[in-house]
């Protein structure tokens, strides 16, 4: 398996080289999926509690459009050279430099991401509903 995913890193830095990003948009899995053994993917309404993990898809000047990789564990490549991440509404859904995001309490969050370049990547909106399974939602 190591051997696949190192082949399948070097074949979209050597895709890559020479090339710039020309725009992007975003794409999210549901992280709470993973412990029952399902992935949900492009999601964009959860429960407060719940995580997603965000990843950017780099539109490049050949107009293929490639995810950058932006892996939270420790000996994924260099995540603060991707971009920026941000939320516009954090009290509602924050998000790390990572990509990982938490809802927090019930309302909309429109989740971002900048490039180290400097293109803006088409916003994600996500809806946070309240209560999940009995339990009560945070008060803030």
Request: charged share 5%; hydrophobic share 40%; net charge neutral.
């Amino acid at each position: 398996m190591g051997y696949e995913f190192m082949t399948q890193m070097a074949q979209t830095a050597i895709a890559t080289y020479g090339l710039t990003i020309k725009g992007g948009y975003l794409s999210s899995m549901l992280t709470d999926a993973l412990i029952i053994g399902e992935s949900v993917y492009q999601v964009n309404s959860v429960a407060p509690g719940q995580g997603i993990q965000f990843t950017p898809q780099a539109t490049w000047s050949d107009g293929v459009t490639r995810p950058m990789w932006n892996l939270p564990y420790q000996g994924a490549f260099n995540t603060a050279s991707l971009g920026t991440w941000w939320s516009s509404n954090p009290k509602v859904m924050a998000i790390n430099q990572q990509g990982h995001a938490i809802a927090y309490t019930s309302g909309t969050a429109q989740i971002w991401f900048k490039s180290a370049t400097g293109q803006t990547f088409s916003p994600w909106t996500m809806t946070v509903y309240g209560g999940w399974y009995g339990v009560p939602e945070p008060i803030y």
